[in-house]
């Protein structure tokens, strides 16, 4: 395949998957309260009735406090079972790596029918708590492997020397091995932040319609007729997640991230 060709490909193939999001960011546009593509008397309106009305306002509220927790507390979660496996290679460690993956490589709604059961049977379905917890259990996979792809780009033997030095275990830890991770956290952490942000099944399983976030404020709203405020809450999702993404593909090895091994 000569080079005009690939980069005809790769161009039809890019505006395939940009396709549907010219056409919610045009539909977030219409004047009227109406569904059409492209935009009738197009207006921003829509994009200050996120920002205005209360009950999308307690829907985002809601989407933040659960994704900025869960994310925090699936990072507490996985950094130190990846630190652990790292460091000291027991059996049962690799045990609970594998179920530190398990809850992401299930189909969703079996994880989330899981937690439907536990937190009814618990007492705490219907609250925040048990969503951010809930959440944060689904996600820990993402931080998991992230931590665990940096930990593994550590040299030992600059471990090894510390340790010949005189360095003992906390200072290792503290002077080698955070800074040399630390961006895998960050990474971590915004992964499990942008997809908690989306996330659906799992928070109506576990909230229903008590706790409102913006993927269940979104499907109450279809049942009641169309709003396209519901595009605008599209489009504000695609466009954080592009800069939160953009920002560790500038300042981080995005690649590696994603799983991908260096060349040597």
């Known amino acids: 395949m000569n080079r005009s060709l690939r980069n005809l490909f790769m161009g039809l193939v890019v505006l395939f998957m940009a396709l549907p999001l010219l056409v919610v960011a045009g539909v977030s546009l219409n004047g009227g309260q109406q569904l059409r593509f492209p935009p009738r008397d197009p207006s921003p309106r829509w994009y200050a009735e996120l920002f205005m009305a209360e009950d999308w306002l307690n829907a985002l509220a809601n989407s933040l406090v659960i994704a900025t ?34 809850p992401f490589t299930l189909p969703p709604v079996i994880t989330a029918l899981g937690f439907l059961v536990f937190w009814t049977v618990a007492g705490w379905h219907g609250s925040i708590l ?15 492997v992230t ?28 002077t080698i091995v955070l800074p040399l991770v630390r961006p895998y956290l960050i990474s971590g952490y915004a992964f499990a932040f942008v997809l908690s942000l ?16 913006l993927p269940i404020k979104i499907f109450n709203s279809l049942r009641y007729g169309y709003t396209p ?12 997640a592009v800069l939160i993404f953009g920002l560790i593909a500038r300042f981080g090895d995005l690649p590696r991230l994603l799983g991908a091994w260096s060349k040597e």
């Open 69 to 102: 927790s869960s994310a925090a507390l699936a990072l507490a979660i996985a950094f130190p079972l990846a630190w652990f496996v790292w460091r000291y290679h027991t059996g049962y460690g690799r045990l609970l790596y594998g179920l530190g993956i398990a």
């Open 198 to 213: 989306n996330e659906y099944i799992v928070a109506y399983m576990v909230a229903g319609f008590t706790v409102e976030t």
């Open 229 to 240: 405020v519901m595009a605008v809450v599209a489009v504000v999702f695609v466009l954080l």
């Open 130 to 144: 048990a969503t951010i917890v809930s959440h944060a259990i689904f996600f820990v996979t993402l931080p998991l």
């Open 147 to 174: 931590i665990s792809l940096g930990l593994a780009a550590i040299d030992r033997q600059v471990i090894e020397a510390a340790t010949t030095m005189g360095a003992d275990e906390p200072t290792v830890f503290r």
